[in-house]
């Protein structure tokens, strides 16, 4: 019947989501994000890919999805939201945010803060009168749960990458070694509501009156750090909060549905030590700061290692010897439902050969009737499709592309070092 009569609270604490200010804030910053992304293929391809709304539908219900499971494992933890030092991790993460986007994450700002704590709690030991004010508020931080939050909100991050990063890939030119090859964009943003825990030391008479579920003898996995005193005993109080979380990557040498897939696999390893490096924590703290530097570091080498090999290896999307590739095709294009694939190497439009992107578009312009001879994993074959408008083909780039990005790999140093520089000459 307890355990009946938690769930029951649980979930009414989640499913309140819908009349939280917050939840919707999240959302239209995350239509934002994709009416933004919409732009950019605009001036690329001439049109947006994907309706903006339909994205973010999508990210909503794969969003509830993860703040679902998110919710259980953080209430499964125990981690009480007051004792995690959120009001220092949040400004931190801001400032980081102004040295590149992309560290505007708790895996930098949270594991900073704990590495500072557990430093502080070091020398305290030491040299006890240091312990006073803002330093001991922040000494105080239950950092073993702050590594466990972090862990936990990157887990969730790796099953929706792994559910949903391919999907809505957005094609891309880009200037690699290789000259300007093609790639995909993969960008998600999700919103997630959440389950928080906040513990708190109430008289055990207000406890009883309260009709507080008791809990079983194991629980919390992470046990508070507030004493209760005589007559008095510590509470959980169930806390609906709003989270949002953001992937960004690109898949160039493999598939977007494979790049998803990996880097899925690598968050969720990265994931797992990290919350295995907070129970260890839990136990042993003197491994507190090794431990909360790994958040950081280890997230850190997991983006540069990751765009290491995917830029390492050759391109998928190359401009073939003879022919034209195809890159992508428009969601409902004639080509589409014809079955015309991405990677398909088009030789000839009508019997007539195609040189380059040039040939090809103005062959495809001038007749309604479109008749493609086709390779495709070494064999030939021919679709033939009927268009009124737009045939909806996205070309590898070639030396006709109008233009491209080049990307630039950041590690925290050189983003901090070209921040610096373009502050010193604008001043």
Same mark, same amino acid.
């Given at each position: 019947?307890?355990?009946?009569?938690?769930?029951?609270?649980f979930?009414?604490t989640y499913?309140?989501?819908?009349v939280?200010?917050?939840?919707?804030l999240?959302i239209?910053l995350?239509?934002?994000?994709?009416?933004r992304?919409?732009?950019?293929?605009?001036?690329?391809?001439?049109?947006p890919?994907?309706?903006?709304?339909?994205?973010?539908?999508?990210?909503?219900l794969?969003?509830?999805?993860g703040g +679902?499971? #998110?919710? &259980?494992?953080?209430?499964?933890?125990g981690?009480?939201?007051?004792? *995690? $030092? !959120?009001?220092?991790?949040w400004?931190?993460?801001?400032?980081?945010?102004?040295?590149?986007?992309?560290?505007?994450c708790?895996a930098?700002?949270?594991?900073?803060?704990?590495?500072?704590?557990?430093t502080i709690?070091?020398l305290g030991n030491?040299?006890?009168?240091?312990?006073?004010? +803002?330093? #001991?508020? &922040?000494a105080a931080?239950?950092?073993?749960?702050?590594l466990?939050? *972090? $862990? !936990?909100?990157?887990?969730?991050?790796?099953?929706?990458?792994?559910?949903?990063g391919?999907?809505?890939?957005?094609?891309l030119?880009l200037k690699?070694?290789?000259?300007?090859?093609?790639?995909f964009?993969?960008?998600?943003?999700w919103?997630?509501?959440?389950?928080?825990?906040?513990?708190?030391v109430?008289?055990?008479v207000?406890?009883?009156?309260a009709?507080a579920?008791?809990?079983?003898?194991?629980?919390p996995?992470?046990?508070?750090?507030?004493t209760?005193?005589?007559?008095?005993?510590l509470?959980y109080?169930?806390?609906?909060?709003?989270?949002g979380?953001?992937?960004g990557?690109?898949?160039?040498?493999?598939?977007?549905?494979?790049?998803?897939?990996?880097?899925?696999?690598?968050?969720?390893?990265y994931?797992?030590?990290l919350?295995?490096?907070?129970?260890?924590?839990?136990?042993?703290?003197?491994?507190?700061i090794?431990?909360?530097l790994?958040?950081?570091?280890?997230?850190?080498?997991?983006?540069?290692?990751g765009?290491k090999?995917?830029?390492?290896g050759?391109?998928?999307?190359?401009a073939?010897?003879?022919?034209?590739?195809?890159?992508?095709?428009?969601?409902?294009?004639?080509?589409l439902?014809?079955?015309?694939?991405?990677?398909?190497i088009?030789l000839?439009v009508?019997g007539?050969?195609?040189e380059?992107s040039?040939?090809?578009?103005?062959?495809?312009r001038?007749?309604?009737f479109?008749g493609?001879?086709?390779?495709?994993?070494g064999?030939?074959?021919?679709?033939k499709?009927?268009?009124?408008?737009d045939?909806?083909?996205?070309?590898?780039?070639?030396?006709?592309?109008p233009?491209y990005?080049?990307?630039?790999?950041?590690?925290?140093?050189?983003?901090l070092?070209e921040?610096?520089?373009k502050?010193?000459?604008?001043t």
């Amino acid at each position: 019947m307890e355990l009946a009569s938690f769930v029951r609270l649980f979930l009414e604490t989640y499913f309140i989501f819908p009349v939280n200010l917050l939840f919707w804030l999240v959302i239209i910053l995350v239509t934002m994000q994709y009416r933004r992304m919409a732009k950019t293929e605009v001036q690329l391809l001439g049109r947006p890919k994907y309706s903006f709304w339909r994205q973010t539908g999508y990210s909503i219900l794969f969003g509830l999805t993860g703040g +679902l499971i #998110a919710s &259980i494992l953080l209430v499964l933890f125990g981690i009480s939201l007051t004792e *995690i $030092g !959120i009001i220092y991790v949040w400004p931190l993460a801001i400032l980081l945010l102004l040295v590149h986007p992309r560290y505007l994450c708790f895996a930098y700002a949270g594991g900073l803060v704990g590495a500072f704590s557990a430093t502080i709690q070091l020398l305290g030991n030491f040299w006890p009168a240091i312990i006073t004010g +803002l330093l #001991a508020d &922040i000494a105080a931080i239950h950092i073993p749960g702050l590594l466990a939050l *972090i $862990g !936990i909100l990157h887990l969730t991050e790796s099953f929706l990458i792994a559910v949903s990063g391919h999907l809505f890939a957005s094609p891309l030119f880009l200037k690699t070694e290789n000259g300007v090859v093609g790639g995909f964009s993969l960008q998600k943003f999700w919103p997630l509501p959440l389950v928080g825990l906040i513990a708190t030391v109430v008289p055990e008479v207000a406890a009883q009156a309260a009709a507080a579920v008791q809990m079983p003898d194991w629980w919390p996995l992470f046990a508070s750090a507030t004493t209760p005193g005589t007559g008095q005993t510590l509470m959980y109080v169930l806390l609906p909060i709003v989270a949002g979380l953001g992937y960004g990557d690109l898949a160039v040498s493999s598939t977007p549905r494979k790049k998803s897939k990996s880097s899925a696999l690598n968050l969720a390893a990265y994931s797992v030590i990290l919350i295995a490096a907070a129970f260890l924590a839990f136990r042993f703290p003197i491994i507190t700061i090794p431990a909360a530097l790994f958040a950081p570091v280890g997230h850190e080498l997991l983006i540069i290692f990751g765009n290491k090999k995917e830029f390492s290896g050759k391109p998928l999307y190359m401009a073939p010897v003879t022919g034209v590739q195809v890159l992508d095709l428009f969601p409902q294009s004639p080509a589409l439902k014809a079955g015309l694939r991405s990677g398909d190497i088009i030789l000839a439009v009508n019997g007539i050969p195609v040189e380059n992107s040039l040939v090809f578009n103005t062959l495809i312009r001038s007749v309604p009737f479109i008749g493609l001879d086709v390779e495709r994993d070494g064999q030939n074959h021919t679709i033939k499709f009927n268009k009124t408008g737009d045939a909806g083909i996205i070309l590898t780039p070639d030396g006709y592309v109008p233009g491209y990005v080049q990307v630039k790999h950041h590690h925290f140093f050189s983003a901090l070092a070209e921040k610096l520089q373009k502050k010193v000459r604008h001043t």
